[in-house]
């Protein structure tokens, strides 16, 4: 064996290495986020650098760039110029706030040789899959056998929260801290594992197709405890998504019913006995968040929220308020404290401006531009993880609509290796010497 064979055959076996590093990460991303952040920073960073020539050549990437420098200028005016028009709220927390996103941008950008093949994609996909395993079984101990943390490891680093139930509708939380985060990650794993059922429907290999039916009706079950409107939302919006024009015929009309069902549960113009059919098809952690169901402006307390937070924008459109401002804000002028906006977007913009809101939005949809066509009507589309790559972004969108999840390390670093994936298939070029180096299928 020559000298420079020999030594392309040692750098095909570190990057097999670095790539498996980075399935470790994204293995133990839900469980333990502490330990995944490391594997996946270092593997972030061996691909940063070595997929960097095409990186410079992508065009989209200067739009994060220029995202990333805003909110570098925005945190050093209002630190420096001394023009904090916020009470109880220190600039710090502008500075604080970027470690929401140019870290993440990292991600996206160092992510991308990993996620650059369809066979590297559903590689990761099945590995999300089983990363969501423990999370699933964290919802059924917390549920069934009542095992309540906060459960630490190695002294903190790794912890699963598992709060107390002490109501019959109280959602669960498994070892997240929050139903929603919960919520949302399963619903983005969600269309990974119904294209896994699917294929091995289609492989007809009836153990295995077994194994992966009861894992998405643990799945289902584990939404339903879990009492996130997101989350439906986001598994219901996945089935046309992924599965296309062929299952309208069954999709609408069960649609129709769940709405239907919850309406006759909610609204007073229906009789107690239609009432106790209906409420009986539907669980009842579902019906709580529609008891006090009513279509006015007042009672949708998310309608008052959005209209105040565009307010706030309008009044400073450019480079907005700053990072973690809203609820300071909100409860000096309203006189009551909200967290968020319940936007993302929103959030986006009252912190950083319109500016910056917009050029995310506007990079976001670049890449579905690009990939929607291959996904829906190009020969990518009969890649087997393709599709799910794509939708599993529209859950994360749709949840982001209403609700604001992505300050969890958890939920945001994978939404950003989502986009890495888009990118791959907006992108066909391949490294085949990459791709040979991989050994596990």
């Known amino acids: 064996?020559?000298?420079?064979?020999?030594?392309?055959?040692?750098?095909?076996?570190?990057?097999?290495?670095?790539?498996?590093?980075?399935?470790?990460?994204?293995?133990?991303?839900?469980?333990?986020?502490?330990?995944?952040?490391?594997?996946?920073?270092?593997?972030?960073?061996?691909?940063?650098?070595?997929?960097?020539?095409?990186?410079?050549?992508?065009?989209?990437?200067?739009?994060?760039?220029?995202?990333?420098?805003?909110?570098?200028?925005?945190?050093?005016?209002?630190?420096?110029?001394?023009?904090?028009?916020?009470?109880?709220?220190?600039?710090?927390?502008?500075?604080?706030?970027?470690?929401?996103?140019?870290?993440?941008?990292?991600?996206?950008?160092?992510?991308?040789?990993?996620?650059?093949?369809?066979?590297?994609?559903?590689?990761?996909?099945?590995?999300?899959?089983?990363s969501t395993v423990p999370v699933i079984f964290s919802c059924f101990t917390q549920y069934i056998l009542g095992w309540y943390g906060p459960y630490e490891f190695l002294n903190g680093l790794i912890i699963w929260f598992q709060k107390p139930i002490t109501d019959p509708h109280q959602p669960i939380t498994g070892l997240f801290n929050n139903p929603n985060y919960i919520g949302a990650w399963i619903a983005m794993i969600w269309p990974f594992l119904l294209t896994y059922l699917s294929q091995k429907k289609k492989e007809g290999s009836k153990p295995k197709f077994l194994v992966v039916f009861a894992l998405s009706i643990l799945f289902i079950t584990a939404i339903g405890l879990i009492n996130s409107r997101g989350a439906w939302l986001g598994v219901l919006a996945s089935i046309p998504l992924l599965l296309g024009q062929s299952v309208i015929l069954w999709f609408i009309p069960l649609l129709i019913f769940i709405i239907f069902s919850i309406l006759a549960c909610t609204l007073p113009i229906f009789p107690e006995n239609i009432k106790n059919i209906f409420c009986f098809l539907i669980p009842d952690n579902l019906l709580t968040n529609f008891n006090k169901f009513s279509i006015s402006y007042e009672s949708i307390p998310r309608l008052q929220i959005w209209n105040n937070a565009l307010d706030l924008i309008i009044n400073k459109p450019l480079f907005g308020w700053g990072a973690a401002s809203f609820p300071v804000i909100y409860l000096s002028k309203y006189g009551t404290w909200k967290g968020h906006p319940h936007n993302l977007f929103l959030e986006l913009s009252i912190s950083y401006g319109l500016v910056t809101s917009l050029l995310l939005l506007t990079f976001i949809g670049v890449l579905f531009f690009k990939t929607s066509r291959k996904v829906y009507y190009s020969q990518i589309k009969k890649s087997t993880f393709e599709r799910a790559w794509w939708t599993s972004v529209i859950v994360f969108l749709i949840v982001h609509s209403f609700d604001i999840v992505y300050f969890d390390l958890r939920i945001s670093i994978i939404f950003w290796i989502l986009l890495a994936g888009l990118n791959g298939i907006a992108n066909t070029k391949q490294n085949s010497k990459f791709l040979d180096s991989i050994q596990c299928k």
């Open 1 to 130: 064996m020559s000298i420079r064979r020999f030594l392309s055959q040692i750098m095909l076996n570190i990057d097999s290495i670095v790539f498996k590093s980075f399935l470790i990460g994204i293995f133990l991303l839900a469980s333990s986020p502490a330990i995944a952040s490391l594997f996946i920073l270092f593997s972030i960073i061996l691909g940063f650098k070595k997929n960097f020539k095409n990186l410079v050549k992508d065009k989209l990437n200067y739009l994060l760039l220029i995202v990333a420098l805003i909110m570098i200028f925005k945190s050093m005016f209002t630190s420096f110029a001394e023009t904090n028009e916020i009470e109880n709220w220190d600039t710090v927390l502008n500075w604080v706030g970027l470690g929401n996103w140019i870290p993440h941008f990292i991600v996206y950008l160092g992510a991308q040789i990993y996620v650059q093949s369809p066979l590297q994609r559903s590689i990761v996909a099945k590995t999300l899959i089983l």
